[in-house]
């Protein structure tokens, strides 16, 4: 039986633009090559779904077109997924800056879209995998569970992030098969790593997680760092990751409410020791080894006002250069996918193939940490399922 609309990956945007072009009433049927739907969704927020962010606008998000997602997050902003969300009676939390956690657990956010799809008519097929897709005056997939025809296709396959959960370039390969060009892609919100003198100096310090403003590529993010074995994560890293290019250097103010020089003013012409006083304002571990590498630790009458003031300038700037990142193995998202030049902001349909669509992080739009992708996923999901 030929559909009106298949919806190749049951992920965050695949479920969202099924369940809204099943309202309409067309026949959709929702493709999902793994054993389970929303596996991203799942995981997501420690198990308890960040499924949007309050404050979610266009700013908070990265495209070679900043102007492309404007469209479809001002058609369906994070107040109509909340409404969704309170509908189904699942209780949340806001944790801090705007992002919104489940109480329970994630799993309830994919119960709520399967629900929605149920009520619509949507019709699912698991562990179905996509060969080839042809396209004459319809699109034909064959699949290992048979071929099937439809007259608009969504493509909602998702990055490149988290292949261990079943990621992977189809999509990409998709778009590039019907002649779309693709921006170039790489991991996003991605811990970063040091050279190996580096990770030897700060071995001691993994699991330590210090307050910061880190800034790369224009852009400061406050939040934690976080000290791994290999480099740096928490969520102040992962933002700035999004930023610069690879190699670019981090600067990171340790002390982004205080003033060092004015910490230093109050002990100077005394016994006491430089990590003693820095040990009052960031944690023991760090500042023991952070001296050790970069000023070493005496009585503070020992100091020049000149290299107190060098101090205090690596304090608020200090310049980290890393080597590379963990990859997509540990990547929230993928930055780059189908060129946005390409779709219509509208509908997301492909501008020279019609009735041929792509939504999600396989499109060229990559929001912050924070509950910003999934915002995303529902907006573009959306925007497409109106018009499929």
């Known amino acids: 039986m030929k559909r009106d609309v298949i919806v190749i990956g049951g992920g965050a945007a695949g479920l969202m633009c099924a369940l809204t072009a099943g309202r309409r009433g067309r026949s959709v049927l929702l493709i999902e090559h793994a054993e389970r739907l929303g596996k991203k969704i799942l995981i997501s927020g420690g198990g308890r779904c960040n499924f949007t962010n309050v404050s979610a606008g266009p700013e908070n998000f990265l495209s070679v077109n900043p102007d492309f997602c404007k469209s479809a997050l001002a058609r369906f902003n994070p107040a109509d997924f909340i409404a969704l969300v309170e509908h189904h009676g699942i209780p949340y939390h806001e944790k801090k800056l705007g992002q919104l956690f489940c109480d329970l657990s994630s799993r309830q956010i994919v119960e709520l879209l399967q629900a929605e ?6 019709e699912i097929r698991l562990n179905c995998q996509v060969g080839a897709v042809r396209h004459d005056a319809d699109f034909q997939l064959d699949t290992n569970l048979g071929p099937f025809e439809c007259d608009s296709l969504v493509v909602a396959t998702g990055g490149l ?17 019907f002649g779309l060009k693709l921006t170039a892609t790489r991991p996003g919100l991605v811990p970063l790593t040091f050279s190996a003198e580096e990770q030897a100096a700060f071995a001691a310090l993994s699991g330590l997680s210090i307050d910061s403003v880190v800034s790369r590529g224009g852009r400061s993010f406050r939040e934690n760092i976080l000290f791994t074995h290999r480099g740096l994560s928490g969520p102040a890293i992962l933002q700035s990751s999004s930023y610069g290019a690879e190699g670019d250097p981090l600067h990171i103010n340790l002390l982004p409410d205080k003033s060092a020089l004015e910490i230093f003013a109050a002990y100077r012409g005394t016994t006491r020791e430089l990590k003693t006083v820095l040990a009052q304002h960031l944690p023991q571990r760090f500042v023991q080894e952070w001296c050790a590498r970069f000023a070493p630790s005496r009585p503070m009458n020992r100091y020049t006002p000149a290299e107190l003031e060098a101090v205090a300038r690596r304090l608020h700037d200090w310049e980290i250069h890393p080597v590379g990142t963990e990859g997509y193995a540990k990547a929230e998202v993928t930055l780059g996918g189908v060129d946005t030049g390409e779709l219509s902001s509208k509908t997301m349909e492909c501008r020279r193939v019609p009735s041929l669509y792509f939504i999600g992080e396989v499109v060229d739009v990559t929001g912050w940490l924070g509950g910003y992708n999934f915002q995303w996923a529902w907006a573009s999901g959306h925007a497409a399922g109106q018009f499929v």
Not at 167 to 175: C, P, S, Y
């Open 117 to 122: 799809c149920d009520t619509a008519g949507v």
């Open 161 to 177: 992030s988290f292949p261990k959960i079943g990621a992977t370039d189809f999509g990409h390969r998709l778009a590039r098969q």
